[in-house]
Each structure stands twice: as C-alpha cells, then as structure tokens.
C-alpha cells in the first residue's frame, strides 16, 4: 500500500490575531487552538495559564468597550477560508504543488518500473528479489524513520526539503542506472546478484529522502503555509496534495508501461534516470520561490523547533520517539493507517508482480494501477465534502475504512475460490475481480488517509513535535510492511498469493474496528485538555 493520514482545529489562528483579542474569553478561545507551525506549544500554554491567573482590569468606558468589539471582529476577519484565499497565497502553492508534481512523477515512476525490473533480471521465476526490495525498504524506514522525522524538525526550513529531494531523486537515478547494468548482463554471470543489490540498496536510500521529503513538505511545509487560514483550508490543500500525487500515480506507470512494452527495459530505466536528474533542479527553483514569498510563516516555528532542541535529544536516547507516539489522543487511528500497511491487496510490488505473472501486459498492469489512482483521486474530491458534514476527521474516517473493507472482500473470496479449480477460466476471472476490487477499494482507502493526515496535522502534542510523531508513523507503516513481505518471501511461489491476499483482509478488517473504538471512545469521553508529554520523557 502506498497510501498517508483528524479531530481536529476548529480553525487556525494568527499572532497577530491573539494580540488583537484582550478579552478572557478570547484568550480562552486562542488556547483551544493548535498551532503547530507558529509557536512551540507548552510555552504559549503556560502564558495563557499565567494571564489567566491574573486580575483583568474591568472597563467601563464605552469607547473602550466599542475597541475591543472593533479588534475582536478584525481579528475574525483575519481568518480567511478557500473563497477569500489571497492571490498571492494561491501563487506560492502553485509553486510547491509543481515542486510536489515533479517529485512524485519521478518516484511514482520508478515504484512501478522496481518490482517489474528485478523479477526480469532474476529470471522471472520468483519473487523473492521483488519482495526483497520492498523488505529492505521497509526495515530502513522502521530503523531510521523516527531519526528522520526529528532531524526534519531541527533543520531550517528550506534545508530539509532540498537536500531530501536530491537523495530521492539521485538514489532513483543511480538505481536505475544499475538495473540498466543489470538488464545488459547474463543471468549466469558472477556480477548479476553484486549489481541487482545494488539496485536494492540506492533504491532503499531513494526510499529514505522520500520519507524526509513527506515529512518536510507535507506534514511541516503545508501547516506552516496554511497557519494564517481555517481548517477547511488546510483540508483543501492536503487534497490537492494527495490528488497530484495520484494523478502521477496514473500517468507515470502508464508511460513507463508503454515504452517498456514499445522500446523495452532498458529504455525505461534512461528515461526514469534522465526525468530525476533534470526534476531536481526545478523543484530546488519552486521551493526557493515559495519560501521568499511565505518565510515569515516559518519564522515561529524555527524558534520552537531550537526551543524543543534538548527535548528531542533525550527522546532519540530512547524509545521516547514511540512513547510520544503512543500517548497522542490520535493513537488508534495512526495505528489503524499503519496496519493497512500489512497488505499485498494494493499496487505494490508484490501484487503487480503477480498479475504480470498471471498474463497481464505491463500496459495492462499501467493502466489499471492508474485506474486505483483515479477512483483515489476521487477520494480527494470525496473527502474534504465529507468532512465538512460529519462531526470530525475520524468520523469521516470510520466511513472510509469500513467502505475499503467491503470492496475487497470479493476480491479475496474470488482468489480462494478459483485457486483449487485450477482453470484458467477461473483463474482470470479471479484476477479481472481482484482489480476491479482493489482498484474500487482506493476510494477508502485514500478518503481514510486524508482523514488520518488532518488528525496528524491538528492532534499531536507538543505541536512543534509534529515531525517526530509523523516519522514514527513512517516506522510503523514501514514495520507492517515489513510483516507482509517477509510473509511473501516465505510464500515466495505466485500461486500463494491467495493466501497473502487472506491474510491481509484480516488485517484490514483489524484496523477498522481499532479505528471505530477509538473513535467511539473519543466520543463518548468529556473534552478534556490532553496531558503535555515529552519534556519528561
């Protein structure tokens, strides 16, 4: 699964908006408020507890009165929502969704060509190679995620994104580069395996600066761009995000599923190493250009990421990155999305691998990875409407998961139905139900995800540790993914896969009931303040 991630803020604030408002109950309002690219959070806390400890002065002039009316409804104003989006706001997401496109166009690319790359150099016999990729891509992600979200939450700005972005788009480069070496040499040949682990190894570290990237652009970036803004805003813009992000999901594999069939492997590996090299310098140009217009957004946030400095030293010195993870309110639903990781019912490597193997053309298998994207580009339109009905993030969530677990369930019991028969009427039918299935099932999928990465954005506590919590995220997914690889390097020959497809329906089913007793927990329990955790971990 490829798939990131709602309680939720009833709108975010400005600085400049809580100096304008002196009232109590509008500091009390501020409070409520979290805002995770502006100020550190405990200090901003304790002000509000030390001002309210402290007599206000009692006005009775009416001038005075009227003032504070005039400030208070100018400070509403300040709030802006999608149909009063300044110009020049449009303007620098413009920029960093082009910088986003590129990016994903790139890995989106190369996701498909790895897993078809390795079982052709391997002798197409096996998927073990195949798994092999995606299994060292997850224990690097589950060893260093948490390393990785916490170093994107120490670094400037600008920097992090950057210098992720030219691992991403370097590694995919040098890893295709090696897979042409590989497709040029004999299968006997002694420097097949050296070269097809190198393969493994620049794609895992092309993995890695994926995740920073995420984390940077995604989890930090957009909070900060969307801080001066509601929360409907900030729905809209995840949205966007993801919905550029599955369009490449569409149009990239279709391409390379075309000059593969046209021209060959060999050609698809120089057209994906030549589109990574050349993506890195516009996307470096689009970031700077977002970062001019909208630095002082970013100005807070460096203050409390150097504020939060010795806190995030001690947790790196032990599990404290897990512990900060496991005592979000958000708990049950970060872990529902992990789980839906422990699944082969999805356009990864293992499940495109074995519907090449099954008959279907790497044309065929391009266009119907590009017809999940499309119905999860519909999840992104679908989403934002939802959420805006329903009572939070997670109730929107609950609809979305369960709607997943419904669409694949024809899916598994075709596969365990047609695997005994063993007819090959039987066995494409299995295999034409399995597609449509999963590729119906992204709709959940991605509306759960956009509701989980809204909870992420809003719920985490201390907010100036969003990147850290989003990085343990990355391990667990990474640990689950792990889980479902290592099964299908045990159950390694393609006519296992009904029972990968078994397990990870039980999975699935697991998440979304995690997910509904969180959520109904959450609901039936008082609103209360949620503990500060971090400092004395």
Known sequence: MDDDDDGGI?????????????????????????????????????RLVEDDDEPTPTRHDDGDEEENVALLASSQQQKTSPSST?????????????SHACAAWGERMWDFLGGLLLLTITGGTSLRWTAALSLSESLAQFAVGPSIGDWVDRQQPLHAPTVAYAVQNLSIAASASCAYVALSISVESSFHIPVALLVIATATTARLGSVASTIAVEKRWVIALCSAHDDEVLTTTNATMRRIDLTCKIVAPLLAGIIMSSFGERAAT????????????????????????????FTSREEASSSSSTTTTTLSASWGYFLLYARQSIFPSTLALALLYFTVLSFGSLMTAYVYWAGLSATAT??????????????????????KRVESPEASGTLFIWLQNVCILPAVIALLVAAPMGNATSANAAIYILMVSVVVSRVGLWGFDLSVTQLLQNDVVPAEAVGTVSGVQVALQALFGAGIYVLGMVLDAPRDFPL?????????????????????????EPSVELPRIGVDL
Not at 270 to 297: G, K, Q
Not at 373 to 387: H, N
Not at 500 to 510: K, R
């Open 500 to 524: 990968l497809a078994f397990a990870s329906y039980l999975v699935v089913t697991l998440a979304a009931a995690l997910h509904t007793w969180g959520w109904l927990r959450k609901r039936g």
């Open 86 to 98: 300044t110009a020049k706001h449009k303007q620098f997401l413009t920029y960093l969704y082009i």
């Open 270 to 297: 120089v057209a994906c190493a030549l589109f990574n090299i050349a993506a890195w310098p516009a996307e470096v140009v689009c970031l700077r250009a977002v970062y001019r217009a909208s630095s002082h957004l």
């Open 10 to 46: 009833d709108g975010a604030t400005t600085i400049s908006d809580m100096a304008s408002a002196p009232t109590e109950t509008t500091l009390n309002r501020s409070a409520s408020f979290s805002l995770p690219s502006i100020m550190p959070h405990e200090p901003f806390v304790s």
């Open 366 to 387: 391009g266009v119907a990875q590009s017809g999940s994207a499309l119905f999860g580009i519909a999840a992104t339109f679908l989403a934002p409407a939802l959420m």
